[in-house]
């Protein structure tokens, strides 16, 4: 059952894929008939420039045309390398420095500090999978417990 679904799945993907390079041949297509158009236009004229604006214009129409037929999904690769996303700590400039490095350690600091080795306590905390990966906390029952590794100072 499942290798079917792959299958299809993968169908699925191939068949986007052969419209989107659909899209972008009709689109060169275009374009190239375009320069031939504007090429066989400007032979007999001294100077083409006024036409070079013009098939710029109508190329770049046809390429926004293309983009909007997408239905709004986001290409697969951006000019500026990822993806955007929501808004991501990461992005911030300052996510980085060495105060919010200290201040982020801190506040697990005292998360640990709130578990107990024995006793198992249920944790709202964002970002307990690294701790647990990493062995400052385990998880017992429903909850979790603090291990006797050290959490770093600095």
Same mark, same amino acid.
């Given at each position: 059952?499942?290798?079917? $679904? ?12 052969? +419209?989107?390079? $659909?899209?972008?041949?009709? &689109?060169?297509? *275009? *374009? ?7 090429? +066989? ?9 006024? *036409?070079?604006?013009? !098939?710029?214009?109508? &190329?770049? &129409? ?16 951006? +000019? ?18 060495? &105060? ?11 998360? !640990?500090? *709130? !578990? ?21 906390? +385990? ?13 770093? $100072?600095?």
């Amino acid at each position: 059952m499942k290798s079917l $679904e792959r299958h299809q799945m993968l169908e699925r993907q191939l068949r986007q894929m052969l +419209a989107e390079y $659909e899209q972008r041949a009709a &689109a060169i297509r *275009t *374009t190239l008939d375009l320069l031939v158009n504007a090429q +066989a236009s400007t032979n007999g004229a001294s100077s083409g420039s006024g *036409t070079a604006a013009a !098939l710029l214009d109508q &190329a770049r &129409a046809i390429d926004a045309t293309r983009r909007a037929s997408r239905n709004g999904a986001t290409p697969r690769k951006h +000019a500026g390398g990822r993806p955007p996303r929501g808004h991501r700590l990461q992005d911030d400039p300052d996510y980085h420095s060495r &105060a919010a490095v200290t201040a982020r350690r801190a506040r697990t600091r005292r998360f !640990l500090a *709130t !578990l107990d080795p024995v006793t198992p306590r249920p944790a709202k905390f964002q970002g307990i999978g690294p701790l647990m990966l990493y062995g400052y906390i +385990a998880k017992k029952g429903d909850g979790y417990i603090r291990t006797s590794k050290p959490f770093p $100072e600095n």
